[in-house]
Each structure stands twice: as C-alpha cells, then as structure tokens.
C-alpha cells in the first residue's frame, strides 16, 4: 500500500493557461474526493467520486474546474484558463468501500499539488 | 452542515499531555468526531474518530462529552513531530465530504 499519490507536486503557470492534475489513490478504494487548500484556511470540498460516477460537485467548482475518474481508478481535475485567484493546494483523497473496514468513512490524503498561477 | 469550534493555537512542552478541545454544539445523533492533523507541506492525516464512546489508538485518545456537543483529543506525551495543525469534523454517514474548519496550530516546545 504505498498511500494516495498526486502529480505534479508543484506547478507553476501563467494566467490564462491550462493545467491537469493526476490523483491516483489507494488501490482497492472506490471513493475519491478532491479538495483546495488555501493559506491558512483548512481544505475545501470540490467534487466527489464513486468509481467512476461523479455524484456530487461543489459550487466552488466553476465552469472552468472539470474532473473525471474514468476507469473508476485514476482520477484527474483539470483547470481552464486559470487565474490567480487558483493559486491553492490542490488534494486528493480517497476512502475504501463500505463495508471493507471500520474505517469506511475515513479519507486518505495525497501530499496534494501545489498551484501557482502568475 | 454542521460546524466545529477549536481555539486557533495551542503551546505545549514537550514529553507532556495536551488536549486539544473542540465544540461541536449543532452535533446531530449520526453525526461522528473525526480527528485529523496536517503537518507542513503534507495533506491531513487521519488521527481517531468516534461516534458516543471513548476511543483510544496508537496515535491519540478521543474523549467524547456525555451530550456530545464537544470532545477532547488527547496526545499522551507531545513530541517534536506533533507540531501541525489539528482539525476536527462532524462527518454525517451517507455524506461524502469533510467540511473542515480552521484547526488549531498546535506548537511543541522542546
């Protein structure tokens, strides 16, 4: 079990690009979770998924914001046209199934990706 | 959604206990205590949680008011590697997100 990955760690842009962050979370979870961190503020909600279906989205996530997982494994969360105001951590999260373990409601953090938009 | 309140920052020496509080007054009877802390540069970190009855792991001991409108996250004896920021969640079962607050930035002084 080598824990919830992210890629990149950091990543600097221009205002206006475009960026995708991967998430790639523990193997046998079906649940994952995306959330933004800005400085001094504990982590946002931003969208979640259920294998493959996306079941609910935040309303911070804005039309600029897309997310997909699929293959109910991997899962990416893209940014259009970004702009400063995006500048956050970006981190991704998983849980295992229900049932699995006691555990089942708890999430398992990535070390997150780091966005900066200049 | 229900909300937590915890002080913003603490202090403590370390190889002492600290307790760390949290309020949670809107709690209701599904809703479970979730503990989790962030060290610099890391994602949060699952600490313990509960539902009515105390619980104790490896990491930390949870204590959990009788109403439940607040509990206690106890480390037994503080070290260095504490120092994070430490946050707890009400987490109502069939939901699916964390609605974190603001933590408490817990400081260990050697």
């Known amino acids: 079990d080598t824990g919830v990955s992210q890629d990149p760690r950091h990543k600097i842009t221009k205002r206006g690009q475009n960026v995708t962050f991967r998430c790639d979370p523990i193997?046998?979870?079906?649940?994952l979770y995306w959330y933004r961190q800005t400085l001094g503020q504990g982590p946002e909600f931003l969208t979640y998924f259920q294998n493959e279906a996306q079941l609910e989205k935040s309303r911070l996530l804005s039309d600029r914001f897309s997310a997909e997982r699929p293959k109910g494994s991997f899962s990416t969360l893209e940014i259009q046209r970004t702009e400063q105001g995006d500048s956050a951590m970006y981190l991704c999260?998983?849980?295992?199934?229900?049932?699995?373990?006691?555990?089942?409601?708890?999430?398992?953090f990535g070390p997150g990706t780091r966005l900066t938009v200049l | 959604d229900a909300k937590t309140t915890q002080p913003n920052s603490m202090e403590s020496n370390e190889e002492e206990p600290v307790h760390l509080p949290c309020n949670h007054s809107?709690?209701?009877?599904?809703?479970?205590i979730h503990w989790y802390r962030q060290l610099p540069s890391q994602g949060p970190e699952y600490v313990i949680h509960?539902?009515?009855s105390n619980v104790n792991n490896r990491m930390a001991s949870l204590a959990i008011a009788e109403d439940r409108k607040s509990s206690t996250l106890i480390l037994h004896r503080a070290t260095l590697r504490d120092a994070a920021v430490y946050y707890c969640i009400l987490f109502t079962s069939g939901t699916y997100k964390y609605i974190f607050g603001t933590g408490t930035r817990l400081k260990v002084l050697a």
């Open positions: 193997s046998e979870h079906n649940r």
């Open positions: 509960g539902l009515t």
């Open positions: 999260a998983s849980s295992p199934p229900p049932g699995l373990q006691d555990l089942r409601d708890t999430q398992y």
């Open positions: 809107t709690i209701s009877g599904t809703d479970y």
